[in-house]
């Protein structure tokens, strides 16, 4: 690993420290090094509408030991005033000499990287993949004005989630269910099916779920409605799309309630129909080691008709573990 690699992985485990409290900002962290290549000053975005990384860094410095130095942030410095005045002024201010950025940023108002190289100082990228993979969230709302969608799934070894008699109890390890009840924590919102409601009775603790139903078929008595804030999307106030409801329309509806991130948990219809429309940004599959053998067996995907490997939805694995007896695979979609 070289020396400049090394300070930006510093920059993103800083950055996660932010993790929580930013949305719907980006995570970012920073590392200063003085002249010499001593490290002088850190610092991180720590909620939203506080100082950016680099400021929070360079403010922490008395006497200019950032002179002639080098700056490390995982996004490019902002160059407008928002909540609060441009990075690269400061940057500029305090006269480092070279700037290392992990990615460029989306937002179209932010234009640091030519103010900085105008300003005389040398400009360079590392580590740009990892870098926009820790802004996932952040680079899919600012560009498309949705939440980032991870759908999970737990099923056998063949695909199954179900017995054709509906029993689902259950698939996977407690430990890998443990896992899932953590998972949730991670996001703003839980959303699932009018179906799963009925077949599983499921709670789903969050501070947030979204519940598809379409013709409010769920009992208002289902244990899922008895904790947390909960937005059910019906033909009441959603549009539909071939006869059911619009999925990109209820997305585009829960950001603007504010919700930056969702984790669905379904059955087949569903994860079929979000893959098919390409609304998935990851997939956390867990994969029990069981084969049920039941053609007539719910399917993880439940699709349409296709006719060709060609056709398949693309996904590269970003990474995978053993959980409990289980194995867990995490899935990002293949642009
Ligand atoms: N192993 C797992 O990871 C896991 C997780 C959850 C559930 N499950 C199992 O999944 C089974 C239920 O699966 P399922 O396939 O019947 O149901 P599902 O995929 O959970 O939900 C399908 C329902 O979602 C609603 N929906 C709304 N908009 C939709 C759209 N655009 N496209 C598709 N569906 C839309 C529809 O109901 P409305 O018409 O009422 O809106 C539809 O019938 C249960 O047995 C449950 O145990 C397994």
Known sequence: MNIDEKYMRECFA????????????????????DKL?????????????????????????????????TLYVNLEPCSHFGKTPPCVDLIIERKLARVVIGMKDVNPLVDGI???????????FVLTSEAEYLNRVFIKNMSQ????????????????????TGDSKWITSSEAREEVYRM????????????????DN?????????????????????????????YIASKENTPLKDGRLDLKAVLSELYKKGIYSVFVECGGMLAGTLIKEGLVDEIYQFIAPKILNDNSGLSC??????????DCKRFEIQEFKKIGTDMLIVYRTRV
């Open 37 to 69: 290549g001593n490290v002088v000053s850190k610092g991180y975005h720590k909620k939203y509408g506080s100082n950016h990384a680099e400021r929070d860094a360079l403010l922490k410095l008395k006497n200019n030991e950032a002179e002639g130095g």
């Open 114 to 124: 030519s103010k900085l190289k105008s300003a005389g100082i040398e400009v360079d």
């Open 301 to 310: 995907f439940n699709g349409d008709n296709v006719s060709k490997i060609a």
């Open 202 to 230: 499921p709670t789903m603790e969050h501070r947030f779920k979204c519940i598809l139903d379409k013709d409010l078929r769920t009992d208002k008595n289902a244990k899922i409605y008895k904790q947390g804030e909960i």
């Open 145 to 164: 004005k949705l939440p980032y969608v991870v759908l999970k799934t737990a099923s056998t070894m063949d695909g199954k989630i179900a017995s054709h």
């Open 14 to 33: 800083l950055a996660l420290q932010g993790k929580g409290s930013v949305a719907p900002n980006p995570l970012v962290g920073c590392v200063v090094l």
């Open 184 to 199: 949730r924590r991670e996001f703003d919102c839980i959303m699932t099916s009018s179906n799963t409601v009925i077949a």
